[in-house]
């Protein structure tokens, strides 16, 4: 029974070190994705990249901060996170849905989320749903306003998309119009998960909030001019919501 024990600890030990790997490199990977756009567009002021400043800046929201954060809140103890691996594996599923449509090469999306799946120490943590105490109705309100608030810019964009991609349209070929609309849907999803409190809860509250804050303050910075960018009413309502 012991040497049984001391197998499954170091099974378990194995799995979590593999899964420690994989979630460093897709942080890694998703950061270098932003840098290769956001550095010469933000930082070295590139005139060719400055109709896509908004867009940029919401791609580093998207994988650097949203996704990537929650990927290195799950390095330390994942099993007592379910639910942010839950929002990832989401998170992947809704961006596969979303952006395949329009590049065959997002194609790697799903196969990004059966390898996490794989590698997650705890496959049955993914399917649990134990809670922490009473939904957050004030949570849940939030994200519902925040959800009312950014239906109406979704939906455009979501058509200028699918207009965009036989028009030629600069956004819609890099896709981010679709990108801004799955970003707005999973700090919707995000706000919502949260609002649940099962275990992960707060650290993805503190991401979402970071998240909309970023945006927030984004959005008053360069107010509305470029492709996309909220104006500075919204950001400011998006740094309440983040605080919140």
């Known amino acids: 029974m012991s040497t049984t024990t001391t197998q499954q600890t170091g099974n378990r030990k194995k799995r979590l070190f593999i899964f420690r790997v994989f979630a460093l490199l897709l942080t890694i990977m998703f950061v270098g994705i932003t840098s290769s756009e956001f550095i010469p567009a933000w930082i070295l002021g590139d005139p060719a990249m400055s109709i896509h400043l908004w867009h940029i800046a919401e791609l580093l929201a998207l994988l650097s901060i949203l996704l990537g954060g929650t990927l290195l809140s799950l390095l330390h103890r994942p099993e007592e996170k379910p639910l942010l691996a ?123 909030g970071i998240t909309y804050c970023y945006l927030g303050v984004t959005a008053m910075i360069i107010q509305d001019g470029y492709a996309g960018s909220w104006s500075g009413g919204y950001g400011l309502i998006a740094i309440i919501a983040g605080g919140w």
């Open 86 to 208: 839950q929002f990832f594996v989401l998170s992947m599923i809704a961006a596969s849905i979303a952006l395949m449509p329009f590049d065959i090469r997002t194609g790697v999306l799903p196969i990004i989320l059966v390898l996490f799946i794989a590698a997650f120490p705890d496959f049955r943590a993914l399917l649990s749903f134990p809670r922490q105490g009473p939904i957050s109705i004030p949570l849940l309100v939030v994200s519902f306003l925040m959800a009312w608030l950014l239906a109406p810019t979704a939906y455009h964009e979501l058509q200028w998309q699918i207009i965009g991609m036989t028009t030629h349209d600069p956004h819609a070929q890099e896709l981010h119009w679709i990108g801004s609309v799955l970003l707005m849907g999973l700090l919707v999803l995000g706000g919502i998960l949260s609002a649940t409190r099962r275990p992960g809860w707060e650290v993805l509250g503190i991401i979402v």
